[in-house]
């Protein structure tokens, strides 16, 4: 029972009245496509921290964050700890940020054509883009189903009801999405980063305030007898827990390197920031979030198999979370936690859609740009691409219903895509004799590894006890790297 | 308490502690920086 009234409602309207304002009155700063894609790179640091942080969390990184506290317990924040490990070193030594910075490119691919040559630009691109949406295209459905389910609309009455109130996840998320398309065509990255500002705001006040009251009202050592009750030292450490062990650990290591190096929205922060030096701060500034970002959804996962137990009538590991929050919120903070995962999913929807635009933009039409194009006609292909996105997100990952597990289906998107552009990097900036065959072969290896495990997973069940998704993870970002070492000594011999 | 407790305790407690300064921080200063990126964009323009 959802404890969602009248006042919440007006905390949520006066939210989302706030960010349209926001958004819409930065619109006039826009003169040209770099103001659009990278805010005339005018970028500073406590802005760029905000406006990263408020990217890299959307209901779907809390729904997945709680899932993995509610069945792994503590353990299941470690990627969080990893990837901020990640970004403090890639941050404090500037690891590949700086040159990519120092080049004054706006995306990855960019900087690949100076170096492996155009062809490898646009196989960058068009991996970059798959990668990016379909990576992206199951967070509208993601966050809706948590909305309704912690506003209490979950729940359907059997038949009898009207179009609109079977379609109410469907309608909230499209009013959501053309909210955000509104703010993100007119404004681009200004438009963004003033709007991810005060998202930032609203969502951070929103997570601690709830996770205060959690640990007042339920304490620590409560959530912790119910991971030792319920999954025992594996749920402390995930090197003894069955499921987990050192290939869950050393996937995850590589998978949040690759996120932090290659992961086109972050890397849009360290682009648009005024010089490397002030990326590189964003980066070592906003790295301790990344724990926060797992640990307290993780807690509030845990809080759910405290309260509910693990097999509750009805609740699924993905829903317990949210389940557990419509009954555990007073009036007040219930109408502050809706507008604060409202701002978490709208900050991620806008900058994803401008992200992959812009690559869309910048390296696949590239090719086909005549020369005499004016900076306005790329404004309006931008903005035509950004609303191009927009309706894709609601045909893809809305109104078709996705089948299979969500889960496998976000990890192995992100590893087609970052297994082999993360080594790219690597070589193009350290790597001397890297070439375009190594690249090609890279682009190559890394995405056919993660998508055969895939393909092999639903014709050979046996596949995933036998080799399992985090092998093949490392399987993919190794092949990328030794495809790109033996492809370009290969070129160089012949 | 165990080790791995409280590991896991200091760090729950350093994310509250950290991310509560950390947006109050950035509420301020943020601030400030949107006004000077847009001071920048009109000089420019």
């Not at chain 1, 890297?434 to 092999?456: H, N």
């Amino acid at each position: 029972m959802s404890h969602f009234g009248w006042i919440d409602g007006g905390i949520v309207g006066l939210y989302l009245l706030a960010t349209m304002a926001a958004g819409l009155a930065v619109r006039r700063y826009v003169g040209g496509v770099e103001d659009f894609l990278l805010a005339g790179r005018e970028m500073d640091v406590h802005l760029g921290i905000a406006s990263l942080a408020a990217t890299e969390f959307g209901i779907v990184t809390c729904m997945y964050a709680a899932e993995s506290g509610y069945r792994y317990g503590f353990s299941g924040a470690v990627p969080g700890i990893l990837m901020a490990l990640a970004m403090f070193v890639v941050g404090w030594t500037g690891f590949c940020v700086k040159p990519l910075r120092d080049a004054s490119v706006m995306t990855l691919p960019e900087l690949f054509e100076r170096r492996f040559g155009a062809g490898v630009r646009r196989a960058s691109g068009v991996v970059i883009v798959l990668g990016g949406l379909l990576n992206m295209g199951v967070f509208l459905r993601m966050g809706g189903e948590f909305l309704m389910t912690v506003v209490g609309f979950g729940a359907t009455t059997a038949g009898g009801e009207s179009w609109a109130a079977s379609h109410r996840l469907e309608l909230t998320m499209t009013a959501l999405l053309l909210m955000v398309a509104v703010y993100t065509i007119l404004g681009g990255m200004l438009s963004v980063l003033v709007t991810d500002f005060l998202q930032f705001v609203v969502m951070s006040i929103g997570l601690v305030a709830v996770t205060y009251l959690l640990l007042g009202k339920v304490g620590f050592a409560a959530l912790a007898d119910t991971v030792e009750a319920r999954l025992g030292p594996g749920g402390f450490n995930p090197l003894v827990h069955p499921e987990m062990g050192w290939p869950y650990v050393l996937f995850y290591a590589l998978f949040n390197l690759g996120v932090v190096l290659t992961w086109q929205t972050s890397l849009q922060r360290v682009m648009a920031a005024k010089d490397s030096r002030t990326g590189q701060r964003i980066y070592v500034g906003t790295a301790f979030f990344f724990v926060c970002r797992f640990l307290i959804p993780g807690l509030w996962g845990i809080a759910a198999l405290h309260a509910l137990g693990p097999a509750a009538p009805g609740v699924t590991s993905l829903s317990a979370m949210p389940t557990w929050l419509a009954g555990f919120l007073p009036v007040g903070l219930m109408g502050l936690l809706v507008a604060a995962m409202l701002a978490a999913d709208m900050s991620t929807d806008s900058s994803y859609m401008l992200t992959w635009a812009s690559v869309i933009y910048n390296d696949i039409v590239a090719p086909w740009r005549r020369p005499g194009w004016t900076d306005q006609k790329g404004l309006l292909l931008n903005r035509l691409l950004v609303a191009a996105i927009g309706v894709f997100l609601l045909l893809y990952g809305l109104w078709y219903p996705l089948r299979g597990d969500l889960l496998d289906y976000i990890g192995v998107t992100a590893t087609i895509y970052l297994a082999s552009m993360s080594t790219l990097l690597v070589a193009c900036c350290y790597w001397p004799r890297a070439t375009q065959r190594g690249a090609a072969a890279a682009i190559v290896v890394g995405a056919a590894i993660p998508v055969a495990y895939l393909v092999l997973e639903q014709t050979t069940p046996a596949v995933r006890t036998s080799i399992g998704p985090h092998w093949s993870g490392i399987l993919a970002y190794v092949g990328a790297a030794l495809a790109m070492v033996v492809g370009s000594l290969s070129q160089e011999a012949a | 308490m165990s080790l791995a407790r409280a590991f896991w305790w200091l760090l729950a407690w350093a994310c509250l502690v950290w991310y509560s300064t950390l947006t109050v921080y950035v509420a301020w200063k943020g601030v400030r920086d949107i006004r000077r990126m847009l001071h920048e964009l009109r000089r420019r323009s």
